[in-house]
């Protein structure tokens, strides 16, 4: 259970903090275009499932958890400008967001079950 925990967390922080770290080091050596919805729709899932996932952190185990990952969210899309490790994972935010998400509804499953 821990590891969809962290799944639901990561994946779509991740995904977040993907479109800043693309703006401020973008990947000009990919040639082949790509579809700027897909960044969008990314950004969308990404954040209804971490909403979503810290509302089911605040209900099941308090507010000091959810707090905790509210602000190391905050401080990786601050730090996140400064460094361009994230561009292998530019064409996989959508899937990042996707599994985020997955593992997000999996905890909802299993919480009202």
Do not use: C
């Not at 990786?76 to 959508?94: C, D, E, I, N, S």
């Amino acid at each position: 259970m821990t590891l969809w925990w962290i799944a639901a967390l990561a994946l779509p922080a991740l995904a977040l903090v993907i479109q800043p770290a693309r703006m401020a080091h973008p990947d000009n050596g990919d040639m082949e275009p790509e579809n700027p919805l897909a960044h969008a729709a990314a950004q969308v899932i990404a954040g209804i499932a971490l909403t979503s996932v810290t509302l089911l952190l605040l209900m099941s185990h308090g507010v000091v958890l959810p707090a905790l990952a509210l602000v190391a969210f905050a401080a990786a899309y601050k730090l996140v400008r400064h460094t361009g490790a994230l561009k292998p994972f530019y064409r996989w935010q959508l899937a990042i967001a996707a599994g985020g998400t997955f593992a997000a509804a999996r905890l909802w499953y299993s919480w009202i079950s």
